[in-house]
T-cell receptor, first 112, second 116 residues
């Protein structure tokens, strides 16, 4: 299982773009990159998933370079409500449902 | 469509008592996962169940912990003879019947267990 490394914490001001980079040097060919968000006292919530290049949805963008050894979650114009822990996960595609492996995540603090 | 429901949200037990945590998956979902989260740490997988079957229990301690997902009713995580080290937040997640591992898991709000 590919191990992920991401910064422990980040700080940002409201209205800025935030980029959180995750390293997954030993990612396998059939692995997908998935990001979850967790607010205090709540369960994680799926944000975005990708395999390569760029994926965008209404919440975030995910950039994955050609070698796929890292990925960057981009949050445009963050607000105070984006303060949360963000988890980068590598999910192997085996065709069946399986467990998720969480690291310690990146704690994002957004202030005025 | 209601999300994943967990109850109770908070549970206090004394050492040696039993704790029962319940999880009702999203409507139409037949895959249930239990995770445990200690303070300032990420979630750790415990067990994955489908209706009436345990698929993967590799993360669950061999003693005192058990899980079930009966044909009818919620999934239950049972901890017997609780110890202080069992104090944690326990999260349940669910995914749809034909879930592949690319499918999103939907998490409940968690049960916070405190062992006195």
């Amino acid at each position: 299982l590919a191990k992920t490394t991401q910064p422990i914490s980040m700080d940002s001001y409201e209205g800025q773009e935030v980029n959180i980079t995750c390293s997954h040097n030993n990612i396998a060919t059939n692995d997908y990159i998935t990001w979850y968000q967790q607010f205090p006292s709540q369960g994680p919530r799926f944000i975005i998933q990708g395999y390569k290049t760029k994926v965008t949805n209404e919440v975030a963008s995910l950039f994955i370079p050609a070698d796929r050894k890292s990925s960057t979650l981009s949050l445009p114009r963050v607000s105070l409500s984006d303060t949360a822990v963000y988890y980068c996960l590598v999910v192997p595609y085996t065709g069946t449902a399986s467990k998720l492996t969480f690291g310690t995540g990146t704690r994002l603090q957004v202030t005025l | 469509n209601a999300g994943v429901m967990q109850n109770p949200r908070h549970l206090v037990r004394r050492r040696g008592q039993e704790a029962r945590l319940r999880c009702s998956p999203m409507k139409g979902h037949s895959h249930v996962y239990w995770y445990r989260q200690l303070p300032e740490e990420g979630l750790k997988f415990m067990v994955y169940l489908q209706k009436e079957n345990i698929i993967d229990e590799s993360g669950m301690p061999k003693e005192r912990f058990s899980a079930e997902f009966p044909k009818e009713g919620p999934s239950i995580l049972r901890i017997q003879q609780v110890v202080r080290g069992d104090s944690a937040a326990y999260f349940c997640a669910s995914s749809p019947p034909l879930a592949g591992d690319r499918d999103t898991q939907y998490f409940g709000p968690g049960t916070r267990l405190t062992v006195l």
